[in-house]
Nanobody, 114 residues
Framework: VQLQASGGGLVQAGGSLRLSCKAS????????MGWYRQAPGKQRELVAI???????NYADSVKGRFTISRDNAENTVYLQMSSLKPEDTAVYYC?????????WGQGTQVTVSS
């Protein structure tokens, strides 16, 4: 399984960005897809996850600002980020977990300027 992420960039505080991550390969139908982030000097942390059935979970720090969604037909997960803050600056990684294992995509940099 390979994960290809895109959509990062530089944005001003208060702005929006949309991240995408497409999975390819041998993908088990029932899975969790999600986004994690890692800021300089900090541990990687969960941002949001979504099950193949559409159940979602968010970190408290992004609730009400970020929305995770997915297109099962395209094996793609999205992260719509709004009202971005400088503290959202990090490398964002997509993730897929199933009984076949866990896979990570390459990171995509999100930088929010104040």
């Amino acid at each position: 399984v390979q994960l290809q992420a895109s959509g990062g960039g530089l944005v001003q505080a208060g702005g929006s960005l949309r991240l995408s991550c497409k999975a390819s390969g041998d993908i088990f139908t029932r899975n969790l897809m999600g986004w994690y982030r890692q800021a300089p000097g900090k541990q990687r942390e969960l941002v949001a996850i979504i099950s193949s059935g559409g159940d979602t979970n968010y970190a408290d720090s992004v609730k009400g600002r970020f929305t995770i969604s997915r297109d099962n037909a395209e094996n793609t997960v999205y992260l719509q980020m709004s009202s971005l803050k400088p503290e959202d600056t990090a490398v964002y990684y997509c993730n897929l977990h199933s009984i076949l294992g866990t896979r990570w995509g390459q990171g995509t940099q999100v930088t929010v300027s104040s």
